[in-house]
């Protein structure tokens, strides 16, 4: 597709239970970053992946957290037993990084719900 | 380490009337400067961005914002607002080294009223 696509959409789970949160990047994007969108925090960067680098994950705010990045391409996002406190909206963008500054873009992310 | 303050959380605003968004960052090196708009239940958009060059920056859809070094700002205006352009706007930075991560501002809610 043209845009960052980003599955589910919305997922509801029960505490305790573990979720994955999937991005597919715009194709030829590089770049990868996760950021959690949530009322109380804003906007938060989680996790970036660059080609072949070890990943960036200064974000992660516990060792629930977890994200992988196959082939340079698709991303997968893992919270294990997940607290109430993981619910927010899960943002993927994906850019060009051949070039400082090139800018972000975004997926419509997953709202993450924890019963 | 860099920051964003947007100091309105909301701001209510008729229709073809002006409005200014307020965003100031710190950051102890050179700075990328973006707005980014997210209406409901969707992601965020691109609205426009600074990276060198002129200090006034211009979107499609009539908005512009001018980077200030001096007093470390990035307001967003546009002369005559929408119905549609209500949504929230995000002010963010990244830094000219290191890092590419987005550091975001706590966002405006723009509301336009008829």
């Known amino acids: 597709g043209a845009g960052v696509s980003q599955s589910p959409s919305n997922k509801v789970t029960e505490k305790g239970k573990d979720v994955e949160l999937r991005c597919d990047p715009i194709?030829?994007?590089?770049?990868l970053y996760w950021y959690r969108q949530s009322l109380g925090q804003g906007l938060e960067f989680l996790i970036y992946?660059?080609?072949?680098?070890?990943?960036?994950k200064s974000g992660l705010p516990s060792d629930r957290f977890s994200a992988e990045r196959t082939g340079g391409s698709v991303s997968t996002l893992t919270i294990q037993r997940t607290q109430q406190e993981d619910s927010a909206v899960y943002l993927c963008a994906s850019s060009l990084v051949s070039q400082v500054g090139q800018p972000q873009h975004f997926g419509d992310g997953t709202r993450l719900s924890i019963l | 380490a860099q920051s964003v303050t947007q100091l309105d959380s909301q701001v209510p605003v008729f229709e073809e009337a002006p409005v200014e968004l307020r965003c100031n960052y710190s950051?102890?090196?050179?700075?990328?400067l973006f707005w980014y708009v997210q209406y409901p239940n969707q992601g965020l958009q691109l609205l426009l961005k600074y990276l060198s060059g002129s200090t006034l920056v211009e979107s499609i859809n009539g908005f512009e914002a001018e980077f200030n070094k001096s007093q470390t700002s990035f307001h967003l205006r546009k002369p005559s607002v929408h119905i549609s352009d209500t949504a929230e706007y995000f002010c963010?930075?990244?830094?000219?080294?290191?890092?590419?991560?987005?550091?975001f501002g706590s966002g405006t809610r723009l509301q336009v009223q008829p």
């Open positions: 950051s102890s090196v050179s700075v990328y």
């Open positions: 963010a930075v990244s830094e000219g080294t290191g890092r590419r991560a987005l550091t």
């Open positions: 194709s030829g994007h590089t770049a």
């Open positions: 992946f660059q080609g072949n680098s070890a990943p960036d």
